[in-house]
């Protein structure tokens, strides 16, 4: 169970994976810039233009993406969830399932031996597992879950 966690270490865990997961995505973003910076005077081919085009728009891609995970990012680090029994916003809450870290969307980390989600408010789980409490039961998608302990 939750036992060998605090609220404080999860989210600082869950907090380094995303800032290595935005570190990534601006490593990604130098490379298509850089290929979308060509010297014209030497380039002539229509494909070196195209892969010109290419690297910019997938730049500019990238360049959205980094800004939305930065903004997610530092919302984030800001909530301070109530102090009540049910299901909020920044809590932890561990099920016979999967862990879930709520306020921040991040693909499934395994972490202490225990699997951990990170969902935002917006994902459609979010709705079914506010407000609950520990002992109560979520039904998402024909899964059911048993809310063992909130952080």
Do not use: C
């Not at 891609?61 to 984030?76: H, M, P, Y």
């Not at 991040?106 to 409490?133: C, D, H, L, M, Y």
């Amino acid at each position: 169970m939750s036992k060998n966690y605090t609220r404080k270490e999860v989210k600082d865990h869950l907090i380094s994976l995303k800032e290595k997961e935005i570190k990534a995505l601006e490593d990604s973003h130098k490379i298509y810039s850089d290929g979308a910076d060509l010297d014209e005077e030497t380039s002539l081919k229509m494909d070196d233009f195209a892969q010109q085009n290419q690297s910019t728009e997938s730049a500019r891609s990238l360049q959205v993406r980094i800004e939305q995970a930065k903004e997610n990012l530092e919302a984030f680090r800001t909530v301070r969830p109530e102090l009540i029994n049910e299901i909020t916003e920044g809590n932890v809450v561990f099920t016979d399932r999967v862990n879930f870290v709520i306020g921040l969307a991040f693909k499934e980390f395994e972490w202490g031996n225990k699997k951990f989600i990170g969902i935002s408010t917006q994902a459609p789980i979010f709705q079914a597992i506010v407000g609950k409490r520990k002992g109560d039961t979520i039904e998402f998608n024909g899964i059911t879950y048993t809310v063992e302990d909130i952080l």
